[in-house]
């Protein structure tokens, strides 16, 4: 009996670091996230995705892939600032993947200047051992 409980132990001990997606460290994901927008840095903003991911933009075509989706942000950043995005939820999807539902605030930069408000859902997986955005949705409540 005690080497079950031993041994249940240690498997609980091995799932946890990879259980351990919070909400405190998926805020740090949209943080780096927002500062590669903010700076402009399509190619640090691609590389927060994996390598096949889907992305579907409000009033935009789908995209598949870092290339593709690093073009739109390249575009998009030219009439953005002062991005800031809020982790409101997360929930695992086991030990290597996580969902989060957040939403985002931000500046035009082209008068008139106004503030766009959006909600996402964003799927969180872990490649080549670091957690990256493999799928992204999101829209605006207008």
């Known amino acids: 009996m005690r080497r079950i409980a031993l041994f249940a132990i240690c498997l609980g001990l ?16 949209e943080d780096q996230w927002a500062a590669a927008v ?13 390598t ?3 992305s579907l933009p409000a ?15 390249k ?3 030219d009439d953005m600032q002062d991005v800031k995005c809020t982790t409101i939820d997360v929930k695992s999807l086991g030990g290597a993947a996580a969902r989060e539902i957040g939403t985002c605030s ?9 503030q766009i408000d959006i909600k996402y859902v964003v799927i ?7 957690w990256k955005q493999s799928l992204e949705i999101w829209n605006t409540d207008k």
């Open 75 to 77: 575009g998009a950043m």
């Open 52 to 54: 096949d991911a889907d």
């Open 124 to 130: 969180w997986q872990k490649e080549g051992g670091k």
């Open 59 to 73: 009033g935009a075509k789908m995209m598949k892939g870092q290339k593709a989706i690093e073009a739109f942000w």
């Open 106 to 114: 931000a500046m035009t930069k082209k008068a008139p200047t106004k």
């Open 14 to 29: 091995l799932a946890a670091p990879a259980l351990a997606q919070t909400k405190a460290d998926i805020q740090k994901l």
């Open 38 to 50: 903010n700076r402009a840095d399509a190619a640090a903003l691609a590389a927060m995705y994996t």
